[in-house]
């Protein structure tokens, strides 16, 4: 393949992380967005894994393993969101009054919308945050719409209510989210509804 | 080449948006961040002062109806578009891409199906920034009111099945604030000396006092400008269409798809072509998976002409705004792909 048909974001990388993999940084499949060399304010970082942990987002976005007690958020994977390893081809039929159920990860969730599937929140470059700006994040959320300008989120990813939060708690979300090791977890497109 | 907009596809966007807007319905207004910074819009399109007579839609004396020469698709629905600055003001254009507009500038765009109008978008540059607002029409077209923040569905049906929306305050910002320059389109490139189509030019502008500061090398016109290239139409059209999200200022700059067109073309390749041709797409989606963003020579092969050419919300480009595929723009881009531009070559693609 020429060399003009690479990703550009390859190319992007091996410049942006050059100087980091000297000192290590970066696992073998995951890749640090450009900006990971700059120091992070640790007392915002604290601040947003407060948030992120009462808001509950490893809920929703860390894949849940069975544990000894019962299911329980894979922390080895936090936030990583659906495992693309976790093949999901549709949704069960819902009758009696029931609208909506979610898989035994707690990360592919059916209902009126089809199936949607939580996202990679770690800021792994392709397949996680890792491209995002903070201004996109927070557009994101207050706009209900990927990457703020995209396509429209789909539930239950909790958007109308946490677009209620402060600009410096989402801030806050944003930098903790950062701050986390990247992982290489390619999210599997949402299923449209069935036809009927 | 077509996509289909199946069955599912619009069940699917129903269900979208009926989630969306009734979970918005019950939330209180938000503080920070909003569009307009804070302030209001007038509670009715009678008080923006649009029309000197309301019901007989006489527009007020002073208001400048103009065009822009790359305009916004929206579902092949009328549009009219008005500016009007306060008394002696004028816009600053000494940076000729980001033109400063006085404090009291009001710029509408009114959208209208069959002459009847159906809403009227309207902005107005206050201290500190833009207020944005839409007005819904009434049946009779007698008055128009403020929309709610959330928008209004469903406001009328444009094509069988097919409807229009008035967007929400967030739905301006998604396409107002991609950029540094919130006004779209009234600009260089959009009112460029000699460009053809109705309304004033860059030049009739500075002659009736609205525009001052353009530097003397954007105030000529072409002696024989003559109809635009394929090139330039096409260009043009991802410029009007595309551009205030896809540029490299902007919060998707990192995305590195740059569809603006700049009235000062530094020399070599424009970015509309850089960024793409034979560019590998960062994305994929079910109706729009081509691997290159434009694969010169091979539209079926150009994600950028499937986005264009799909409705699916999950992959349409413009993700919003939109519900009915320009049909007429698919074939100008896809002749485009297919003739004008050319495969790099095998130096090009030899650099390291």
């Given at each position: 393949?020429?060399?003009?048909?690479?990703?550009?974001?390859?190319?992007?990388?091996?410049?942006?992380?050059?100087?980091?993999?000297?000192?290590?940084?970066?696992?073998?499949?995951?890749?640090?967005?450009?900006d990971a060399?700059?120091?992070?304010?640790?007392?915002?970082?604290?601040?947003?894994?407060?948030?992120?942990?009462?808001?509950?987002c490893?809920?929703?976005?860390?894949?849940?393993?069975?544990?000894?007690?019962?299911?329980?958020?894979?922390?080895?994977?936090?936030?990583?969101g659906?495992?693309?390893?976790?093949?999901?081809?549709?949704?069960?039929?819902?009758?009696?009054?029931?609208?909506?159920?979610?898989?035994?990860?707690?990360?592919?969730?059916?209902?009126?919308?089809?199936?949607?599937?939580?996202?990679?929140?770690?800021?792994?470059?392709?397949?996680?945050?890792?491209?995002?700006?903070?201004?996109?994040?927070?557009?994101?959320?207050?706009?209900?719409?990927?990457?703020?300008?995209?396509r429209?989120?789909?539930?239950?990813?909790?958007?109308?209510?946490?677009?209620?939060?402060?600009?410096?708690?989402?801030?806050?979300?944003?930098?903790?989210?950062?701050?986390?090791?990247p992982?290489?977890?390619?999210?599997?497109?949402?299923?449209?509804?069935?036809?009927? | 080449?077509?996509?289909?907009l199946?069955?599912?596809?619009?069940r699917?966007?129903?269900?979208?948006?009926i989630?969306?807007?009734?979970?918005?319905?019950?939330?209180?207004?938000?503080?920070?961040?909003?569009?307009?910074?804070?302030?209001?819009?007038?509670?009715?399109?009678?008080?923006t002062?649009?029309?000197?007579?309301?019901?007989?839609?006489?527009?007020?004396?002073?208001?400048?109806?103009?065009?822009?020469r790359?305009?916004?698709?929206?579902?092949?629905?009328?549009k009219?578009?008005?500016?009007?600055?306060?008394?002696?003001?004028?816009?600053?254009?000494?940076?000729?891409?980001?033109?400063?507009?006085?404090?009291?500038?009001?710029?509408?765009k009114?959208?209208?199906?069959?002459?009847?109008?159906?809403e009227?978008?309207y902005m107005?540059?206050?201290e500190?920034?833009?207020?944005?607002?839409?007005?819904a029409?009434?049946?009779?077209?007698?008055?128009?009111?403020?929309a709610p923040?959330?928008?209004?569905?469903?406001?009328a049906?444009?094509?069988?099945?097919?409807?229009?929306?008035?967007?929400?305050?967030?739905?301006?910002?998604?396409c107002h604030?991609?950029?540094?320059?919130?006004?779209?389109?009234?600009?260089?490139?959009?009112?460029?000396a000699?460009?053809?189509?109705?309304?004033?030019d860059?030049?009739?502008?500075?002659?009736?006092?609205l525009?001052?500061?353009?530097?003397?090398r954007?105030?000529s016109a072409?002696?024989?400008?003559?109809?635009?290239?394929?090139?330039v139409?096409?260009?043009?059209?991802?410029h009007?269409?595309?551009?205030?999200?896809?540029?490299?200022?902007?919060?998707?700059?990192?995305?590195?798809?740059?569809l603006?067109?700049?009235?000062?073309?530094?020399?070599?390749?424009?970015?509309?072509?850089?960024?793409?041709?034979?560019?590998?797409?960062?994305?994929?989606?079910?109706?729009?998976?081509?691997?290159?963003?434009l694969?010169p020579?091979?539209?079926?092969?150009?994600?950028?002409?499937?986005?264009?050419?799909?409705?699916?919300?999950?992959?349409?480009?413009?993700?919003?705004?939109?519900?009915v595929?320009d049909?007429?723009?698919?074939?100008?881009?896809?002749?485009?792909?297919?003739?004008?531009?050319?495969?790099?070559?095998?130096?090009?693609?030899?650099t390291?």
């Open positions: 393949m020429p060399n003009r048909l690479k990703p550009w974001f390859v190319v992007l990388l091996a410049a942006a992380t050059l100087p980091l993999l000297g000192a290590g940084g970066g696992t073998s499949t995951a890749k640090t967005p450009a060399s700059k120091a992070l304010d640790p007392a915002k970082v604290e601040r947003g894994r407060y948030l992120t942990t009462v808001m509950f490893n809920d929703c976005h860390t894949p849940f393993k069975m544990g000894e007690n019962g299911p329980e958020p894979d922390m080895s994977r936090m936030l990583s659906h495992p693309a390893s976790v093949k999901v081809t549709g949704a069960p039929a819902f009758d009696n009054g029931w609208a909506s159920a979610a898989n035994e990860t707690n990360t592919a969730w059916a209902g009126a919308w089809g199936v949607s599937f939580t996202a990679n929140l770690t800021p792994d470059v392709e397949t996680g945050l890792g491209a995002w700006s903070e201004d996109e994040f927070v557009a994101a959320v207050r706009s209900g719409r990927h990457r703020g300008r995209g429209p989120i789909l539930p239950p990813m909790p958007w109308p209510f946490l677009s209620q939060a402060s600009d410096d708690d989402l801030s806050a979300i944003y930098t903790f989210l950062r701050s986390l090791p992982i290489s977890n390619r999210v599997p497109d949402p299923i449209p509804p069935a036809a009927n | 080449m077509r996509f289909h199946k069955n599912d596809l619009v699917y966007s129903a269900a979208l948006s989630l969306a807007t009734s979970a918005w319905a019950a939330l209180p207004a938000l503080g920070s961040g909003d569009p307009g910074e804070g302030q209001s819009a007038p509670a009715t399109l009678a008080e002062g649009l029309y000197s007579d309301f019901a007989s839609r006489i527009v007020g004396e002073g208001i400048v109806a103009y065009q822009p790359f305009p916004l698709w929206t579902d092949g629905l009328d009219q578009r008005w500016m009007q600055l306060p008394a002696g003001a004028s816009i600053d254009a000494a940076s000729p891409e980001l033109w400063e507009f006085p404090v009291g500038t009001k710029l509408w009114q959208f209208a199906l069959g002459g009847k109008p159906i009227t978008r107005e540059r206050v500190g920034g833009w207020v944005f607002a839409s007005y029409w009434n049946e009779d077209a007698s008055a128009a009111t403020l923040r959330q928008g209004v569905r469903a406001a049906e444009i094509a069988p099945g097919a409807r229009h929306d008035i967007p929400g305050s967030f739905d301006c910002a998604s604030r991609g950029q540094k320059q919130r006004v779209l389109g009234l600009g260089p490139v959009q009112l460029a000699g460009r053809t189509g109705d309304g004033p860059v030049v009739e502008l500075t002659r009736r006092g525009l001052r500061g353009l530097p003397e954007f105030l072409p002696a024989d400008p003559g109809p635009e290239s394929r090139e139409l096409a260009r043009g059209y991802l009007g269409n595309c551009g205030h999200c896809h540029n490299s200022e902007g919060p998707l700059a990192s995305l590195q798809l740059d603006r067109m700049e009235i000062d073309e530094p020399a070599g390749e424009p970015a509309a072509i850089r960024t793409t041709s034979g560019i590998a797409a960062s994305t994929s989606a079910r109706s729009a998976p081509a691997a290159l963003r694969d020579g091979n539209p079926e092969g150009s994600q950028l002409l499937q986005r264009v050419g799909t409705r699916d919300p999950f992959a349409q480009m413009p993700p919003l705004g939109t519900r595929v049909e007429k723009a698919l074939e100008l881009l896809t002749a485009w792909v297919r003739h004008d531009l050319v495969q790099p070559t095998a130096a090009a693609s030899e390291p």
